[in-house]
């Protein structure tokens, strides 16, 4: 009997303490915690510029990557929040846009995107049928780009000696300074009717110029084709020249776009032939009344020395890419006057060096480095 009341009393502690244990133990999460917090999908980091040198890459750009930043944040974090906790961070996250500049992390950007507008002649229209004119191009040189392209066929810088006066109302012809007036919201693009494509139109009507944040201007051919002058020295900014339709174009401009820069790209070089198609002289050599081209595309980049925020691509003197009196049949087509695709994949890289110089992407001797046409054989 004693044994059996023993035994009884060991039943009794065994399951006394059992009966502790198990509501003292701590109870297991079945639920499986996230190794990682996952970065915001909206949160846009610096991307390096498109390798520029292959030409060939003609792709549309690529936007919407990641950053390292991004990735590096999220390593080895364990989410140790409530699930309250973890909506609000999450929600906060969402919330907060970051953006840069796609080629310098030193320059934010208020859109996250490189804005070129192209303002010039047919030089940035050959092509448009390949989808390869130089603005085209031009958007595959970099990542995160937007490109409008406002060039107008046969357009001067300069406005015609017909046009007497600079009142809004007088302007006809769609040439630097009234597409500058266009874009300030001072004259309809379409009050110049037929002499305007639709495509012009359709990129004029997307052009934010608060953040543009590069306008490439491209005139002089058909100025000096024209002859209407390079400059007047006694009125510089006389919009009846060359020079002070740059000038004043650019102030126009800077007025809507202060934080813009202006890369001013001379006429390039070409060679010129009579109607029975002997050669008679070049771009140094040839005039059309007043003066030779050279002289023109000189005048274009003294207009960027004397303007503020300005750039210069000087197209006509070999020092950028080498198209020359020795180069010019594998740079231009058979009229010697308009740039094949080898050309212009050229200009385009030349183009982008300016901009990436300017940024701080690249140095001084890489920006300075001639492009020779051999390179791209």
């Known amino acids: 009997m004693k044994k059996r009341n023993n035994i009884l009393k060991v039943l009794i502690i065994s399951i006394s303490a059992l009966a502790l244990s198990a509501c003292t133990s701590p109870k297991t999460n079945t639920n499986a915690l996230p190794d990682t917090v996952t970065p915001a999908e909206n949160v846009s980091g610096v991307n390096g510029s498109s390798d ?24 080895n974090t364990t989410d140790v929040s409530t699930n309250d906790e973890a909506d609000a961070s999450a929600s906060a996250a969402t919330s907060t846009t970051v953006y840069r500049d796609p ?68 302007y006809k012809e769609p040439g630097f300074t009234a597409m500058a007036h266009v874009l300030a919201g001072d004259i309809k693009i379409s009050s110049f009717g037929d002499k305007v494509s639709q495509n012009a139109i359709d990129a004029c009507s997307k052009v934010n110029v608060k953040t543009v944040d590069y306008y490439v201007i491209g005139y002089g051919y058909h100025d000096y084709y024209n002859g209407i002058e390079a400059k007047n020295e006694s009125n510089p900014e006389d919009e009846h020249s060359l020079y002070g339709a740059i000038v004043t174009g650019i102030k126009i401009l800077q007025k809507v776009s202060p934080n813009a820069q202006f890369i001013i790209c001379s006429p390039y070089y070409c060679r010129f032939f009579d109607d029975e198609g002997n050669d008679i002289g070049d771009a140094f050599s040839v005039t059309k009344g007043l003066t030779t081209l050279a002289v ?32 010019y049949s594998q740079y231009l087509e058979s009229d010697c006057l308009t740039m094949n695709i080898k050309g212009r994949r050229i200009y385009s890289d030349a183009l982008a060096r300016v901009i990436k110089y300017h940024l701080g992407f690249i140095g001084e001797e890489e920006a300075n480095k001639t492009i020779t046409i051999a390179d791209y054989n």
């Open 52 to 75: 520029d040198t292959n030409s060939s890459n003609e792709g549309s750009a690529s936007a919407g990557e990641t950053s390292a930043d991004d990735a590096s944040s999220s390593d």
């Open 103 to 170: 080629i310098s992390p030193q320059e934010p950007v208020k859109d996250g995107y490189l804005n070129l507008v192209f303002l010039g002649d047919e030089q940035f229209l050959t092509g448009a049928s390949e989808g390869n004119t130089i603005p085209d191009l031009m958007a595959n040189r970099f990542d995160y780009v937007e490109v409008y392209n406002l060039a107008i066929k046969d357009t001067m810088g300069a406005i015609p000696r017909s046009q007497t006066s600079t009142d809004l109302s007088a």
């Open 296 to 327: 023109y595309a000189n005048e274009t980049m003294l207009a960027a020395e004397g303007s503020t925020n300005a750039l210069k691509l000087p197209a006509i003197s070999g020092t950028l890419f080498d198209l020359n009196g020795h180069t």
